[in-house]
């Protein structure tokens, strides 16, 4: 495509409602303020160096006078390169921890590779039609990016939408709830079941016979760990105890409340896996409360590595996840995809890692 071919518009934002503004700012504009050609101006827009210092300010001048912002998407097809991509939170609140340390994951790989990412939010409900899901309005507009990363909590009905508007995407798939059928999409995630058999057979490992799981099942991924901690037990004959109904709306509360009921047992645990570092965090702070210390009266072990594990005294004993890499591993996922879309659909998942520290003994 030529450089006339190629011709950029400035598209403007209302900071209230995100509609489009047309402005009539344009390459050929921009090269007649300058006095040179639209070959020219291209060639500074991307970074040819056989442009004169003296041409390339007096272009510079223009463009700033002009209020002009060259079409990116038709730059990225002139470059032949995708540069843009677009990491969608789905049904999380922004501050979320962990999903946070994916999206830094992927910016860090962006800026290797020289990509840029956007970031936007969606919230919708799993038996939603996927054609009245509300979408974001950087998902209305064509051509300000090329793929989508997914994060968060997704369902079928949304992947629905995205593949019928055809938008290349690649999913965070610990989250990915009540899929069935065949994938028609990459996917990125962690290895939940091994992470937790492997604690637990940690905390087995180190004596102890009474365990009591901790976490909200109604979570496929929280099911998950729960299967696992649940082979544990009868790999090696434990008889489990587990709090698993659904009950406090974030996880914090949620540990707190448990805790209560775990101390509250006749038949105490020595030892209590919470589903993640938040619920570990939340039984820590409803132990002492009560006068109960970790390790010295009760274990406990989180997952995640979050940093509420640093928080506690003493620090949490936990399983990694690899978040930052799972971001980066999502990022070269989808520019695979974008340069070759026919290959095969992959399913890559990372190794989990126990980190041992100090809130489980040995008896």
């Known amino acids: 495509m030529n450089a006339e071919g190629a011709e950029a518009t400035l598209w403007r934002y209302d900071k ?18 300058a006095g040179v050609g639209i070959g020219t101006v291209s060639r500074v827009l991307n970074g040819g160096n056989k442009v004169r210092l003296e041409t390339r300010e007096r272009v510079a001048l223009a ?33 979320n921890s962990f999903h946070a340390r994916i999206l830094q994951g992927v910016e860090d790989c962006s800026r290797e590779l020289k ?17 009245q899901i509300n979408l974001p309005s950087i998902l209305e507009e064509r051509g300000l990016f090329d793929g989508l990363i997914l994060s968060g909590t997704n369902h079928p009905n949304f992947l629905t939408r995205i593949q019928k508007m055809r938008i290349p995407f690649v999913v965070f798939g610990n989250n990915l709830v009540d899929f069935e059928g065949e994938k028609y999409f990459d996917q990125v995630g962690y290895d939940g079941f091994r992470g937790e058999l492997e604690a637990v057979e940690s905390v087995i490992g180190l004596g102890h016979r009474d365990l009591m799981f901790v976490g909200d099942v109604s979570y496929p991924w929280v099911r998950v760990r729960f299967d696992a901690f649940m082979k544990a037990c009868r790999d090696h004959t434990v008889a489990p105890q587990c709090i698993t109904t659904a009950r406090a709306p974030n996880f914090v509360d949620y540990g707190e409340w448990a805790g209560g009921r775990v101390l509250d047992q006749v038949h105490r645990p020595t030892a ?92």
Not at 115 to 131: C, E, I, K, R
Request: proline share 4%; aromatic share 8%.
């Open 16 to 33: 209230l409602n995100m509609n489009p503004l047309y402005n009539a700012a344009t390459i050929r504009d921009v090269a007649r303020e």
């Open 63 to 95: 463009i700033r006078q002009l209020g002009f912002r060259p079409n990116a998407q038709a730059r990225r097809i002139q470059r032949g390169r995708a540069e843009v991509v677009c990491f969608l939170l789905s049904n999380r609140m922004f501050l």
């Open 115 to 131: 990509q840029h990412v956007l970031f936007a939010g969606v919230n919708y409900d799993s038996t939603t039609v996927p054609w």
């Open 272 to 363: 209590v896996v919470a589903v993640n570092d938040e619920v570990a965090f939340g039984l820590w702070r409803s132990f002492r409360r009560r006068g109960v210390r970790v390790p010295a009266d009760i274990s406990l072990i989180g997952f995640d590595d979050r940093e509420e594990a640093l928080l506690m005294d003493p620090p949490l004993t936990t399983v990694r996840v690899r978040k930052e890499e799972i971001g980066q591993i999502c990022l070269r996922t989808l520019l695979e995809r974008l340069r070759c879309s026919e290959r095969a659909f992959v399913e890559k998942t990372l190794p989990t890692e126990l980190v041992v520290r100090g809130t489980v003994k040995k008896l």
